[in-house]
């Protein structure tokens, strides 16, 4: 073991003679979207390129693509700055050589007025489902010398040290055996059990809603680069483009409606869908009026025309919705990723685009420190001060719309109703909502 260490790293490593426990510079938890885009990034960073990177994995397998196979229920909506991101990993690349599409519109009204937004500035984003990206990732981390990945590992325990001390993080695995790192990475899910240990407070609250997800068909492929999402009083549904006429439905709505859809068949499903989509709205008498005034200022779009769906592609599932954010996002020597340190609603399919922003400001933040050792107090205080600037009013944002659209009060209806006309109107609150979705 000790010579294998030796080969393996490109330092002086006579301090580690002291000790059998295997020491990494940095180890993450979690194997997802985020803990390996963690590790892969933080390899390639050029102080850590002679440093040891070690993924701890649950799952005994690593992920696989099969392009004659179905799509995958689960997509992410990539922003245009997250496929930059993924392409200076040179993960882009492998996904362009799977499966992904872009998306150049979207559109986006409700169910209880006619006003309408759109948003069209070239490529608007990127659907790509979650076992592409992993394998990409994945295969990346393997072709870089100083990744390792372990699966199938629990973690069983974990000692953090001091503060601000010097003492690397231990990290105790269900088999007995127990690593050291400098740096850790929590990036373990909601449930964290790295942040449990931590003993970090977090905000949290359920929707009681769930999210249904399958793959649908539609009748013409001529809708292939748009993007719709109608916020219904039960909750959003959205359709975002697979290409050849195919679509991901995310589909958020009460439990008791979730539970009702989920009992009924294909077809049946695909006559709700395309009534939640198609349905006349329902005006209230005030939000009537307002639309009068919106006409009179130009400001009342014609509702879009969705495609036709004609059937289900493979199986639907559906999972509870939820918010969570967690007080601190550091720890000694620990920092917390994705949704181990936080949780949102999927209306604006940011939850793994918020992940992929974490690792790009960790990564920047022990760029700029290059004399700070890794797991430094600072660098980490830095991070985290950083990216919580940028997460909450994204988070709160998001809550706040949710919130906002599943309220059936007249008043508010007609308040966020004409709002929605009047920025659809104004190219320069258009081009800061564009820029912000594209991050």
Known sequence: TIQHLILKT?????????????????????GGLVGNAAAVALALEEKLENKRVLVLDRSPHDPTFDPQQGFNLRVINLTVGNKNFLERLGVWQRIKGMRHHSYDKIYCWEANSNHVISFD????????????IETALIEAAHDLHNVEIRRGVQVSDIKFPLQQASEPVSIHLDSGEVI??????????????????????????????????????????????????????????????LGGGNFSLVWSCKDTLANELSELSDEDFVARVNNALQKEPNVPPIVAAMET??????????????????????????????????ARYIGPRTVLLGDAAHRVHPLAGQGANIGFRGVQYLCREINENPARQLGDYRVLNGFEGKLQCNVVPMLTFIDG??????????????ARSFGLGFVNQSSLLKNVFVEGARQ
Not at 10 to 29: A, E, G, H, L, N
Request: proline residues 8%.
């Open 180 to 241: 050291e790192s400098d740096l850790l990475v929590g990036a373990d899910g909601a449930q964290s059990f790295v942040r449990g240990l931590l003993d970090v407070p977090v905000v949290s609250w359920a929707y009681n809603q769930q999210g249904i997800v399958c793959t649908l068909q539609s009748a013409t492929p001529d809708y292939d680069a748009v993007a719709y999402q109608r916020f219904l009083n039960t909750g959003p549904i959205a359709l975002l483009p």
């Open 10 to 30: 490109s330092r002086p490593t006579c301090c580690r003679f002291q000790s059998t426990v295997p020491r990494y510079d940095v180890v993450v938890v979690g």
């Open 401 to 414: 719309m949710n919130k906002l659209y599943t309220s059936s009060f007249d008043p508010l209806v007609a």
């Open 121 to 132: 500035a070239g490529p608007m984003g990127y659907i790509v489902e979650n076992n592409v």
């Open 293 to 326: 005034l919106s006409t009179r200022m130009g400001c009342l779009e014609e509702p879009p025309k969705t495609p036709i769906i004609t059937g289900v592609d493979g199986s639907r599932a559906k999972f509870p919705l939820g918010f969570s954010n967690a």
